[in-house]
């Protein structure tokens, strides 16, 4: 089955940084990566997502690639602000209708003042 | 607004104890999945349903946990009996039926067995 890894666990960046985190997975057949930020105290929340026939995807100060061959993506964070400390879940699926979804073990990011 | 809701919010228990966890999943929705949250693991998937039938259960350990969905407004997670190494934060997710789905997340069961 499908195998989620997610680095690093924990990242901190000065206030204004960029920020990147970086997932793996393992099952060739994939094409559906989305990205979930989960709060403090809060269930995740779907913040960006790609296909696999998308190398890049942005949506204001975050963007996703996906690189298809190496079987990797990441997700990029640009002029981090406070309110983006939270923990970062990449996923990974077959996009179809019942297939599961499979999740990276989060990256903790910490934006220093 | 539309969300998911998980009852209880909080459960502290002792050993031994059976625990049921209540999801609520958005109306409309028609995919259900219970997950486990731990920081060594981070988030695992235990089971899921689709139109209330049971998909995959395989993350499961099969001889105390039980999930089920009643009727498509409810769906239930059933420990028994539960033991120390289950204390984590159990959260239910909710999609449409479709490609791509955007998982709807609950606000997650803390559950603490002593």
């Known amino acids: 089955g499908e195998n989620v890894e997610q680095h690093p666990s924990t990242l901190s960046v000065q206030e204004g940084d960029s920020a990147v985190i970086k997932c793996t997975y393992s099952d060739s057949a994939s094409n559906y990566f989305p990205w979930y930020k989960q709060e403090l105290g809060k269930g995740p929340q779907l913040i960006i997502d790609i296909r696999s026939n998308v190398g890049e995807k942005k949506d204001q100060r975050i963007a996703v690639t996906l690189n298809k061959t190496a079987k990797h993506f990441s997700l990029h964070i640009t002029e981090t602000q406070p309110e983006d400390s939270a923990v970062y879940f990449c996923a990974a699926s077959k996009g179809r209708r019942d297939d599961k979804i499979i999740f990276g073990k989060g990256t903790r990011l910490h934006i220093l003042p | 607004d539309a969300r998911v809701t998980q009852t209880p919010r909080h459960k502290v228990t002792e050993m031994g104890q059976e625990v049921t966890m209540r999801c609520q999943p958005i109306l409309g929705h028609n995919t259900v999945f219970w997950y486990r949250q731990t920081m060594m693991q981070g988030l695992e998937l235990l089971a899921y349903f689709r139109n209330r039938a049971p998909l995959d259960d395989s993350g499961m350990p099969k001889d105390r946990f039980s999930a089920e969905m009643p009727d498509a407004t409810l769906a239930t997670l059933k420990i028994q009996p539960s033991e120390p190494r289950d204390s984590a934060v159990y959260f239910c997710?909710?999609?449409?039926?479709?490609?791509?789905?955007?998982?709807?997340f609950g606000e997650g069961s803390r559950l603490t067995v002593l």
């Open positions: 997710a909710s999609a449409r039926d479709g490609l791509d789905r955007q998982l709807f």
